[in-house]
Each structure stands twice: as C-alpha cells, then as structure tokens.
C-alpha cells in the first residue's frame, strides 16, 4: 500500500485488546470509518472474521493485530511505525462461501462464510446427509457427526482440526471434510472446484436435526437442506507484513 492511510481503529470486547485500542488511538487518531481507507483490528481470528464482514460492502483492507490467542489471520502486535508497515503491507483478496440453509418452518436463511460452512448435528443421533455436487448426487447417505465445505483461507482453521486438507490460498479449490463419519466408514471428504455447487439434504431430519453455522456465527437451527457455493463477486481484502502472508502461513502450517 502506498501513502499514509486514515485508519479506523476496531477491537475486540477482550481487555488486552481494549488497552490496545486506548494507546494506538491517542498514539495515531482513528478516523471515523465512512472516511477511513484501513481498518486495523485489535482482537483474534473471530473478531478478525467479524471484521472482514463489516467491511465487506466498503472495499476496505483490514491489517490485524494480534491482541488474541491463536492469531492465525493477525500480524504481531507492535504499536512501532504503524503507518510504515501499513505503507509495506501485502494484500490477500479472498472471496466468502455463500450459505442457503432452509429450516423446518420453511424459512430460507443466507450468510456469507470467509472460514467455513458447517453441518452439525443437534441430537443424540447421528446426522444422515445426501451430497450433490452440481445437481448430481453423489453420496446417497453420509452418516457422521457433521460435514463443512472450507475455502483456502479457512482451510487450518475448524477444516484442519477435522482432520481435512490445508489448501493453497491461491488454489480455485474447496475442501469437503466429513467429521466422525461412521457411514461410510472414516470418509474423509473430497476436494471440489471452486465453482462447485454442493448441496446437503438431511434426511430423517425430525429423528437426527441438524444445524448449519457459517464462519460459527450465523447459526441455524432444524435445517433441511443447505446449498454452498463460492461468491467470486465478493472480495474480502487482508493486509500481512512482508513474508508473512497467508502462503507463507498456509505452508509452515503443514510443517509444524
């Protein structure tokens, strides 16, 4: 990036990340954010997440600072020569699943997901899911404690601790991961084309409710089918300082 930016400031409800917001704000000023031309995030990877969707209608980057725990999207925390590291900051352009979950009452329900859409079940019993990749079926019954379909970015993320694959960040791939699946036995999912179209319907679903939870913040509840497809049209723009970008990242994952 080039320039000194207007920055508007934003932190997590966390007290480190609150303290932070105190001292780079006297330190820098923090612009209102319909003038701002960065955003800097103080908090972890959900207020992280939860940034990138506010700003996902303003075309704004947002450069992290890590004032959480895991900070996997954040760079290191350093109130230093801010507006230098902004000036030398790399960008990342991702673009969010779209989630189309239709519930027992027959309300449709949408949300945009950066890491995730996930299928989990809401009772004792295991979940019973029919797959189709473009209109065609391809498992009939997907018995298991859930599914997701994961982007690049999210991909170490809910994803990895599934057990599913770390995707390149410039891959036009998707990751279909199953957890716990008991039917058929240990399926770990599939890799799809990011065009792909995946629909999940549940079947049994009064005996085996499921839910479906985009980027763990948009939840619903007694679904009966969930469309996911990649929005190519939406971009989410991430800052990182030099050598520390996502790639770098996604790769020294899988070697740790």
């Given at each position: 990036m080039t320039g000194l930016q207007r920055i508007t400031f934003l932190a997590s409800e966390a007290e480190a990340a609150q303290s932070a917001l105190e001292r780079l704000t006297a330190r820098y000023g923090s612009a209102p954010e319909a003038e701002a031309e960065v955003s800097v995030a103080?908090?972890?990877?959900?207020?992280?997440?939860?940034?990138?969707?506010?700003?996902?209608?303003?075309?704004?980057?947002?450069?992290?600072?890590?004032?959480?725990?895991?900070?996997?999207?954040?760079?290191?925390?350093?109130?230093?020569?801010?507006?230098?590291?902004?000036?030398?900051?790399?960008?990342?352009?991702?673009?969010?699943?779209?989630?189309?979950?239709?519930?027992?009452?027959?309300?449709?329900?949408?949300?945009?997901?950066?890491?995730?859409?996930?299928?989990?079940?809401?009772?004792?019993?295991?979940?019973?899911?029919?797959?189709?990749i473009d209109g065609r079926v391809r498992m009939d019954a997907l018995v298991c404690d859930g599914a997701l379909v994961s982007t690049p970015a999210g991909s170490t993320a809910y994803n990895?601790?599934?057990?599913?694959?770390?995707?390149?960040?410039?891959?036009?791939?998707?990751?279909?991961?199953a957890m716990a699946a008991f039917r058929p036995r240990r399926w770990r999912g599939a890799l799809l084309p990011k065009t792909a179209h995946v629909r999940f319907d549940v079947l049994d679903a009064e005996k085996r409710p499921v839910m479906a939870d985009a980027d763990s913040r948009s939840s619903v509840r007694d679904v009966l089918s969930v469309e996911i497809c990649s929005k190519p049209d939406v971009d989410h723009r991430i800052l990182f300082d030099p050598g520390h970008g996502l790639e770098e990242r996604l790769t020294r994952e899988q070697f740790t």
């Open positions: 103080l908090g972890g990877d959900g207020f992280m997440l939860q940034t990138l969707h506010a700003m996902e209608r303003r075309n704004i980057a947002v450069y992290g600072m890590n004032c959480g725990t895991i900070g996997f999207l954040m760079n290191e925390y350093d109130e230093e020569t801010l507006f230098e590291r902004l000036r030398a900051a790399e960008e990342t352009v991702i673009n969010p699943l779209s989630m189309r979950a239709e519930s027992a009452d027959g309300v449709m329900h949408e949300a945009l997901a950066i890491n995730e859409v996930a299928l989990l079940r809401a009772g004792p019993q295991a979940a019973k899911l029919r797959i189709s990895y601790s599934a057990h599913g694959p770390i995707l390149p960040i410039g891959s036009d791939v998707l990751a279909l991961t």
